[in-house]
């Protein structure tokens, strides 16, 4: 039986050793070729000293390299660790010293890039480069041994499952945004992304017959559906070019061309097809799932797509990174008079919610209240965060629970319906999702604040029908100085991803205060209340 | 900078041709290149492809464009094929303009 997240890969490629595993731009990986490879780099890991638990990071853009590199550095029992290439590279040296990263899959161009924010005393020790390139690493990384892909494929594939490996180790960490201004480290154990990935195959009935997209980046926990559920059920994944992602019509083209039968993204990235990819023009006859996940998905555009691709079948996916999938939701017809958005629904196999309303009473149907989720999906924790962690996965609070049993506080306000469906309605917090995105609006603070010229700071979410919410900074400059608003999004970009960056900057001489002194981020959002509608 | 410098016809269209490739490269550079204000973009270089353009940037360029050019980028031309480089979007600038 299967208690590892790579094990799955093993047993279809005795099944289906010549099928495409992985698609990408005309070029495809086997079964067979998927997994001697990945056994390769395994292997070549523990030559160069990976041992188990060890974390590896994946500093790659999408391609076929970096779905061997998962499974490589799994078998080596090894923790992955997918660090956005687009993130500035002080985000990704911020995660390879925080989570102490000792090999990094990458490219020379990438790395070259990196080497300017990683200190002398990187932990990395080893690097191995995926492309053919023969140029030097340079920078702090030049210490670090380097291993040519030559030298992987050169090593014998052997099967070695990890005998002291069990279903509690790592198998990965993602890293989502931090309030205090750090990114935090999700834990998921083998055990719990295969708890979803088992679900997901079974509940969607993914067949070795079905192509399967891979629109999210790797450090965006959909991957984990993408990339595991579909080499578990002997179906092939088709990498999505990051390049077309940018243009809806020629988006909507690749995933007719390309006969894409489950689609998963964030709403958003729907949305813009809708609106912008003239998807009437394309039939899409093998499309029959479309999942999303990530954010609210506004009723209208979502009964715009129903009607443009009446045949596929449509479902709501919930869970934060730290619980994966918990609750999903059947998209059934949407009559023409419903404004709500669906609900998130009820919890998945193998898992229990439940909401606690402000009083601690367990929500009854009609109720408000926060969500709790209890399984064996739950992440171990942030890495090397235990107050943060303790915050979070805190033990059973209803009077029925027997003993300590950790269950994750999601931080999310929810409904009861009287169906037993869960509806979301917002965060008991200041995160919010901007394109599916996590973003805590104290994390962008921070870095406004490492401004030496700013006074003062309060970022807004300014609630926007398209992608959710957009961000707008309001500050405050010290007497004397001059900083406009380009500058200050520059000096953003060099901590901050894309998508955290404050799209307007309001100047202005103070910001209001509450009675106790803190600025009045209520009152600024009224000030603020119009979005895109 | 003047994008519509005299001589002959032929001329003047490769002139212009050059002067608005290089007010696009300053835009990128300065626009989605902030950590590197020394990078040199060439005309061939793959914007999306490798990541210095995204989904959020492309609405910039798009208002940019339209508003610097004065011209009309409708939403059949917002395709790869037209942005991809550098090359590609001064080829549809100067197609779009008014001769």
């Not at chain 1, 490629?13 to 780099?41: I, N, W």
């Not at chain 1, 006859?285 to 009723?299: H, N, S, T």
């Amino acid at each position: 039986m299967a208690y590892l997240l790579h094990q799955g890969l093993e047993k279809a490629a005795a099944h289906y050793p010549d099928k495409p595993a992985v698609v990408f731009k005309g070029q495809c990986l086997t079964y067979r070729e998927l997994q001697e490879m990945s056994s390769q780099l395994a292997q070549t890991l523990r030559r160069h000293g990976i041992e188990k638990g060890d974390r590896v990071g994946i500093y790659l853009n999408r391609s076929l390299h970096a779905v061997v590199a998962l499974f490589g550095i799994l078998k080596a029992g090894a923790v992955y660790v997918p660090i956005d290439t687009a993130a500035p590279i002080k985000r990704a040296a911020f995660i390879i010293e925080n989570c102490q990263i000792k090999a990094l899959v990458s490219t020379l161009r990438n790395l070259n890039d990196l080497g300017p924010a990683l200190g002398n005393a990187s932990p990395i020790r080893c690097v191995v480069l995926t492309d053919a390139s023969s140029g030097r690493v340079e920078g702090p990384l030049a210490s670090a041994t380097p291993v040519s892909w030559r030298e992987v494929v050169d090593m014998p594939g052997v099967e070695s499952v990890d005998r002291q490996l069990i279903e509690d180790d790592l198998a990965y960490i993602l890293y989502t945004s931090g309030s205090t201004g750090e990114p935090k480290g999700v834990m998921i154990s083998h055990r719990a992304a295969l708890s979803f990935v088992n679900w997901a195959h079974a509940c969607f009935h993914v067949q070795a017959t079905d192509r399967v997209s891979n629109h999210a980046p790797l450090h965006f926990d959909l991957s984990v559906f993408d990339i595991f559920v579909t080499l578990n059920a002997g179906a092939t994944v088709i990498l999505v070019p990051d390049e077309l992602s940018v243009f809806p019509i020629n988006l909507a083209h690749f995933i007719a061309e390309q006969r894409i039968s489950i689609w998963y993204s964030v709403p958003s990235v729907l949305t813009r097809l809708v609106l912008y990819g003239d998807i009437a023009r394309h039939r899409f006859a093998d499309l029959r799932l479309i999942l999303f996940a990530g954010e609210v998905f506004p009723i209208k555009y979502l009964r715009q797509l129903t009607s443009l691709i009446p045949q596929a079948e449509y479902y709501n996916l919930y869970g934060p990174t730290e619980t994966n999938v918990c609750t999903y939701y059947a998209i059934s017809e949407i009559p023409p008079e419903r404004v709500d958005p669906f609900p998130i629904g009820q919890a998945c196999a193998n898992t229990e919610v439940f909401a606690l309303t402000e009083g601690r009473e367990l929500a009854a149907p009609g109720d408000i209240g926060e969500l709790y989720v209890r399984g064996p999906s739950l992440m171990k924790g942030y890495w090397g965060m235990p107050e943060k962690t303790q915050e979070v996965l805190i033990p059973d609070p209803r009077p029925s629970a027997l003993w300590g049993e950790r269950v994750y506080r999601t931080g999310d306000l929810v409904r009861l319906e009287a169906d037993g469906n869960y509806v979301f309605l917002g965060r008991r917090d200041s995160m919010i999702k901007s394109r599916g995105y996590r973003i805590e609006l104290g994390e962008i603070e921070t870095v406004l604040y490492r401004h030496p010229h700013i006074e003062e700071a309060a970022v807004l979410a300014i609630p926007d029908e398209q992608i959710g919410h957009s961000l707008k900074a309001v500050v405050v400059v010290r007497g004397g100085e001059t900083l406009k608003e380009p500058a200050l999004q520059a000096f953003c970009a060099q901590y901050l991803p894309k998508y955290m960056i404050p799209g307007t900057i309001e100047f202005r001489t103070q910001l209001p205060k509450t009675s106790t002194g803190k600025v009045d981020k209520t009152r600024l959002s009224h000030e603020h209340p119009q979005g895109r509608r | 900078m003047s994008i519509r410098k005299g001589g002959g016809d032929k001329e003047a269209r490769g002139v212009a041709e050059e002067d608005i490739a290089q007010v696009i490269k300053t835009y990128i550079v300065g626009q989605f290149l902030p950590e590197q204000p020394h990078a040199v973009i060439d005309d061939e270089d793959q914007l999306f492809q490798r990541g210095i353009i995204d989904s959020l940037g492309i609405f910039m360029l798009l208002a940019f464009l339209q508003e610097r050019f004065q011209v009309e980028i409708q939403p059949e031309d917002v395709v790869l094929e037209n942005f991809e480089t550098v090359r590609a979007i001064t080829r549809l600038i100067a197609a779009r303009r008014p001769s």
